[in-house]
């Protein structure tokens, strides 16, 4: 694993990340602590990383909401290479007001308001469709499939929308911000990113370690299979262990609210595949499938069919209205409409 243990690796920069830093230091790849040394202390979790046995000074000035307009251009002048490989131009400088240090691919950094730390995502220039409305729009649907998912909502700066996500691991006090233990679903699974590591890649295995974990095993091990129904029927096949976590603002454990939401529309009508093993029948986004270990996340086999029946009807009936509600326009609606309960869902 590169030399770091997973909950290390957890708070560590990601894709995303990972371009600025190298852009900031004129070069192509840093070693593993490096990064971690190179990002900032805004990053997911509660650890610190820094020279001296002393953690370093907690980061003072975060970026504000009036900020964000000159954040996205910053975005997509790196996501479009228009950012000079010279390090000592202002743009590059600038670079470092990004978070670096959150992970994932899409562009992103931290913003401080009144009501605490977000988490900004910026839409990119080559997307297909709007997605931070659409990302707004499913952690609306997933909430009214009854599912704990992190506060958000939509700025627009300069005709352009913004997702700012509420740090689920951060806490305003009037001492400054508390921090909440956060640890990876990768990490839980003791896996890895490469391909010969996902065999573990598994929410049935997730689940067995959740139990073990989290101070409300059943509950937990519900939302999980909750979880596990609506990414199958909007199509979210990034659900990868990267996209799950568990936090602890105190002593105890508990699933995260859930994130990074997002549909897609691949061709197969038949089969489509999560990231993780979900049954019997392996990866397969599958209603029958998903029932099939019902047992593993506590659920009688007539509980569990019931949570997806309803699941099921609620998407089917409301994934248009909750889009077009949310600010998606008609034309991605379109695109995206063979995202939702697709028929292999039902085979
Ligand atoms: N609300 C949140 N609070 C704290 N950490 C978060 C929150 N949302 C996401 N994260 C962390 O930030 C990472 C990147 O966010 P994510 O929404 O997954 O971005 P991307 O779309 O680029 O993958 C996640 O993998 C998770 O570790
Ligand atoms: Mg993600």
């Known amino acids: ?66 900020d964000l307009e000159k954040l996205q251009a910053l975005a997509d002048a790196l996501v479009i290479d228009e950012i000079p ?3 000592h131009t202002q743009q590059v400088q600038d670079l470092m007001l990004l978070s670096t240090s959150m992970g994932g691919a899409r562009p992103k950094t931290v913003l401080q308001d009144g009501d605490g730390l977000w988490i900004a995502k910026f839409n990119r ?12 729009a499913m952690l609306r649907l997933a909430h009214e499939c009854g599912i704990t ?3 958000n909502r939509i700025e627009t700066v300069g005709g352009k929308d913004v997702l700012l996500v509420k ?18 679903a990768l990490t839980i699974l003791r896996a890895d990113e490469a391909p010969e590591a996902r065999q573990n890649w598994s929410y049935v295995i997730l689940v ?11 509950k937990d091990a519900r939302e999980l299979f909750r979880r596990i129904c609506f990414n199958a029927l909007i199509s979210n096949v990034d ?27 691949p061709v197969s009508l038949e089969r489509r595949d999560l990231a993780l093993d979900c049954g019997d029948m392996g990866r397969y986004a599958n209603a029958k499938n998903i029932l099939s270990q019902h047992a593993r996340f506590l659920l009688d086999k007539d509980e569990a ?38 028929p292999g869902f039902s085979l």
Do not use: C
């Open 85 to 87: 490989n010279d390090p």
């Open 167 to 184: 740090r689920f691991d951060r806490y305003k006090t009037a001492k400054g911000y508390m921090r909440a233990r956060m640890v990876s």
């Open 1 to 66: 694993m590169n030399g770091l243990f997973g909950a290390l690796r957890d708070a560590g920069p990601d894709h995303w990340g990972r371009r600025v830093i190298e852009k900031h230091a004129g070069r192509a790849q840093l070693g593993e602590l490096d990064y971690l040394l190179e990002s900032p202390d805004d990053r997911a979790g509660a650890l610190g990383f820094g020279h001296n046995n002393m953690p370093p000074a907690p980061q003072r000035k975060f970026n504000k909401t009036v």
């Open 149 to 151: 998912t992190a506060e």
């Open 208 to 218: 067995e370690e959740l139990r073990r974990i989290v101070e409300d095993a059943k």
């Open 305 to 342: 069919q019931k949570i997806i029946n309803n699941m099921k009807a609620q998407v089917e009936t409301t994934w248009y209205e909750t889009l077009r509600s949310s600010g998606v326009s008609e034309k991605d609606s379109r695109i995206l409409r063979g995202a939702f309960v697709y």
């Open 239 to 265: 659900d990868h262990p990267r996209n799950h976590a568990v936090i602890a603002k105190e002593r105890n454990w508990k699933l995260s609210p859930a994130y990074d939401l997002t549909p897609s529309v």
């Open 125 to 136: 220039p080559d997307d297909r469709w709007n997605n931070t409305r659409v990302e707004h």
